[in-house]
């Protein structure tokens, strides 16, 4: 057959099923007819709204936006009261008698008011704005009444009573306030006046009322003293709160002599305080100077004791050796409470002296902390039972050897802050053992120390204590 057939062959048009191209249909034709192409052009709102499904997707994101931000302030608001809600350390307004420091003197009253000896009243008044500056709050006045003295001699024929007095106006010039002891004086014994059988018309509470009058801050009693009860304690707070104001309260401070203070019944049944400050010694009472054993086994006593409900004013009590001294000095500075010194044991040292020398800068700046770091005022006392890793004899003629002592400290915490005190009461130096403090931070920063020859920061395992040396360092966080 000739390719060149006829167009009655119709060779070339082969019109396909389902092709548009009917009879007769050209097979040249494309088999796809073109897209037009047309130019883009932005939608109009009709159109939005209709691609984003219509007016109700509008008020839908409305209300997506209201709840997102309901949601947001209800997590904020529950955040609010948990914090608010949630234990947190609230510091106490704390009375004067809780932020001072206690100083305990007995000068030589005599007769004689123009009388001026070296332990005398006039010496004591020249050096009360030095006692200030150095933080001393409160003056505690000893052996100013004889143990038998009757309560007329306390009032109207005291032969010192003139001394007394300038020393409370002296007292309130250097604003330093004055607490009379009145230790072991009989006030309820049966007052006899001349030979006769007469009862005297004076009582305790006259003589207290006297001497309030007079401006004394308070009284130091015994825990021994008949007057050490709930009865007479009863009237005494009536007297003490007919001159008491909201700045300036008068107190009454128990000095415990016994191992066991004497429980008060009333405490437990209503608010009232009879006693507000209970005076301890950290050591006991001895004629000798007490050995490294006895006062690390009297210091752990104190630190394992729990705290107390009544404020406590902390004393050395017994005997102890000059290093020893500055160590307990630390220690006092630390413990929760008042401290309170006696004449001729730390600050009177630095009385004719110029020139700032360690144990001024030690008490300084003991006394700055403490007066300004919550957690030396507020905070919680954990007793820590640290381990050495030196070796120690504990007798010097002892030729075996065992395991050295514990060092003795304690961790003063308020919130995010933390003081750790270290002492070390033995004749050699002690390192730590890092496996008994794993809890504990690592960075510290000196505060205080014996010798006051230690500054910066520390690492706690690195720490070496010198025979002797108490240190007192503060958690180091370098984003506070």
Not at 131 to 158: D, M, P, W, Y
Not at 166 to 195: F, M, P, Q, S, Y
């Amino acid at each position: 057959m000739p390719l060149n057939a006829g167009a009655e062959t119709d060779y070339g048009s082969v019109p396909g099923a389902g092709l548009p191209a009917g009879e007769g249909a050209s097979e040249t034709a494309p088999l796809l007819a073109p897209v037009p192409i047309h130019q883009w052009q932005p939608m109009n709102r009709e159109q939005l709204e209709t691609t984003a499904g219509g007016s109700g997707w509008r008020a839908a994101r409305c209300y997506l936006v209201v709840l997102f931000w309901l949601a947001w302030m209800s997590m904020l608001a529950v955040a609010a009261v948990i914090v608010v809600i949630s234990p947190k350390p609230v510091p106490m307004s704390l009375k004067w008698w809780q932020k001072c420091l206690f100083y305990q003197i007995q000068p030589e009253l005599s007769p004689d008011v123009q009388a001026e000896g070296s332990e005398g009243i006039n010496v004591v008044c020249e050096h009360l704005p030095y006692l200030r500056s150095v933080g001393v709050g409160a003056l505690i006045l000893q052996g100013v009444f004889h143990k038998k003295a009757s309560t007329a001699n306390l009032t109207e024929s005291l032969e010192t009573k003139t001394q007394i007095q300038h020393l409370l106006t002296e007292g309130n010039k250097a604003d330093l306030r004055v607490v009379l002891d009145i230790c072991e004086v009989n006030l309820l014994g049966n007052e006899i006046i001349g030979n006769s059988n007469t009862p005297s018309n004076h009582s305790a509470t006259d003589v207290l009322r006297f001497w309030l009058e007079q401006g004394v801050a308070g009284f130091v009693i015994c825990d021994t003293d008949p007057a050490f009860s709930v009865e007479t304690l009863l009237g005494w707070r009536a007297v003490f709160e007919e001159f008491s104001t909201q700045q300036e309260e008068r107190i009454l401070l128990v000095k415990q002599m016994s191992d066991v203070l004497r429980p008060l019944t009333v405490l437990t049944q209503s608010n009232i305080t009879l006693v507000n400050v209970v005076m301890r010694s950290i050591l006991p009472k001895s004629q000798q100077p007490l050995s490294s054993e006895e006062v690390a086994k009297a210091i752990a006593t104190q630190l394992q004791t729990g705290q107390e409900d009544m404020w406590t004013s902390w004393t050395f009590g017994g005997e102890a050796s000059d290093e020893l001294k500055r160590l307990l000095m630390v220690l006092m500075m630390t413990l929760p409470g008042s401290p309170a010194f006696k004449y001729k044991e730390e600050i009177d040292r630095t009385w004719d002296e110029k020139t700032p020398h360690s144990e001024v800068a030690l008490f300084s700046t003991l006394i700055h902390s403490k007066s300004r770091e919550e957690a030396l005022l507020y905070g919680r006392l954990t007793f820590l039972p640290f381990n050495t890793t030196n070796s120690f004899s504990l007798s010097p003629f002892s030729n075996s050897s065992v395991s050295s002592p514990p060092v003795l400290a304690f961790l003063r915490s308020w919130g995010c802050v933390q003081f750790l005190v270290l002492l070390n009461v033995w004749p050699e130096p002690l390192s730590l053992d890092p496996a008994w403090t794993p809890s504990l931070p690592e960075n510290w920063v000196f505060v205080a120390s014996t010798g006051m020859n230690r500054v910066g920061l520390t690492s706690l395992y690195s720490i070496k204590l010198q025979p002797y040396e108490a240190l007192v360092i503060k958690l180091f966080k370098p984003e506070g």
